[in-house]
């Protein structure tokens, strides 16, 4: 039987993914956020996860106007890096997981989420720099990746609530799943951050150390939260740490902090990283 | 309040809701065009004509050619959107977030170092964390 | 305020469009069909709705297999008859409803239901040749529709309690509109038909007239059905019916029956019409 | 029984879940270019061309060219992609489920007439509604 076994949250800056490309992360601006994920890196390759199911938003690359899916599971057998307007990244292609997805969709359906299926579809940023953080420059991937793009650039986007209920939902599709496989989630985007209007470069530390802080304390809390306050305390692009909360669901009761990385600035925004055990 | 009046309270924030999204969206879409090499030559080679093919509002394309960021966003653009004339532009987020902050980018940076942008706008160096 | 005034249940048989647009309603093959749906057509023109919501499958016209959503809501001031094969049906341009549109789409997204959005979307004969049985051949159709596309093509499909429970969702939704404004809400496809497979051509006249009998007498168990009851019972593409069942669902308590009209077969199928005002 | 073996003891019927999607992909995707008129000139032109820029499986392939639709539906086809090559064919879904049933088209549509297809499969006419 599968099971969960890890859960990560992390933020996705692209210029992360873009000093590590260009090979600017050992210089003075980047070498402490680089050094901040060693530690996150051990602890990955000691879990050694079979799959991740990784939890990101697309910006506009796969997806445009004319269809907004809410909820989007990738199914394919391979997702290639997008062009965001510079090229395609030069990081590996990444393996999907058809099986074990498809078998998420099923059980996801049934559970009356209503997930968009994708079968072919680039992914950006938003899951490239996560696995760079997590897994630094390998030949290829160390483990396959399940895609669950969530909508949180065009309004109205899921709630914290039905983002923490999906995430319950994948930890008991996961569950059904007959072949042994050790499963990480991994939410990402965030933390705290605003890249538009007369309140860009928004940094609200409180906020988010307390976040941080009651994935482990309150999730119930974080589950609660509004949109109006997630935007108004955690900036209009701050909004991405819902993206967290499916991660956080899919943990179960009672997981275990193994990691914690915070640091700001890092580009326009505030960082963080943090892995848990179940 | 309604929320859409709850987010307008909030300072100098443009949530992409409904009404943005149709007010905005010839602008968005030629933004993202710039995702395509060929269409980044067309834009080159005939910025106008090539800014015909998208029925933005006369205001609206005034704005993408003065590259008004902060016009742009009052106008309905999404900065995810924006960000791809941008990487067309070889500018950053750094140098519209000054723009749009009315600071030049060193100061946009200084700022940014200094924690001093808070949830209600600028103010003092925040607490290190 | 706006409020749910009717609700129709109706096959969209593609050979009924072609026989209307070729000019052959008249003869003997079609004659008895088309005089099935004038009862239809005078009650709905007695009803006179400010707008519609039609719920009904894209056939692979504006979707494909690279994403298939669950449920997609059109947002758009237009939407033009796709092209499926043969051009464009020559049936006027489908005038959106834009305004409504964005105040469901918020309303059930709150609501939990993982909406996709489109503002661009080819409508094929799943929601124009309805349009035609119920409104012949105008030179615009009398009301803006609001097309809400259901996956029903590609398993996994959503539950038939789920489109229920969306049904449900989007009458509060519409209950919440300030604006008055009578709004009618469209299921389509069905009734019980098979297109594939050594089954081809399948009829079941005992299912199609319970399900008829119990959208009034007992709702509860067709929202209860699952699927494999539907595709053993109604056919692999009697699972359309799921469509009418969000019309249901809308529909609230006990609507009053204003109209039915059954006949078979009509191409390879059996068309069922049914017409409910609340 | 789990769904899918439920699925697969219904007689003469296909649900195109997630393995036949991915076994018909390509096959499927061949079916709905058929949509649009330069490729369905293309094909025309050159067939087999065409099909190579779909790389289905050889036996697949094999199906199409034959036309064998209840062999395609077997091999990951479904029906509504199959649709448009047959309207491409300027055929119709009874002459393909004709062929499905091992009938003419002529004795299709009788036996549609007859309503004699129920759930367990062919059997005598039904009783009128
Ligand atoms: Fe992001
Ligand atoms: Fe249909």
Redesign the interface.
Known sequence: MARIVAGVGTSHIPAVGAALDRGEHGNAYWAPIFAGFEGARDWLASIAPDVAIVVYND???AF?????????LG?AEVFRPA????GRRKVPDVAGH?DLA?HL??RL??D??????????DVDHGLTVPLSVLCGTPAAWPFPVIPLAVNV???????A??CF?LGEAIGRAVASYPEDLRVAVIGTGGMSH????????????E???AFLDDLTADPERLAALD??TL???A???GMELIMWLVMRGALGIAPREAYRF?H??A??TALGLIAFET | MSDSAKFDAIPGTYVFDGKRCREGYHLNMFCKSMEREENRRAYTEDPAGYLDRYPMTPEQRRLVEARDWLGMLHAGGNIYYMLKLISYDRSTLQHVGGQMTGMTVDEFRDMLAEGRMGPAGLGPARQAR
């Open positions: 910006h506009a690359s445009s106007l004319e269809l907004t899916p809410t909820f989007t199914l062009d965001q307007g510079y058809p498809v969709l099923e359906v049934a009356e989420f209503d997930m968009a299926q994708a079968l072919e579809m650039i065009k309004y109205p986007q899921p709630t609530r039905r209920r605003q890249l538009q209007g007369e309140r860009a470069g928004l940094w609200n530390p906020f988010d150390r949109h109006v935007v108004r305390d900036g209009s692009e915070y700001y600035p580009s326009n």
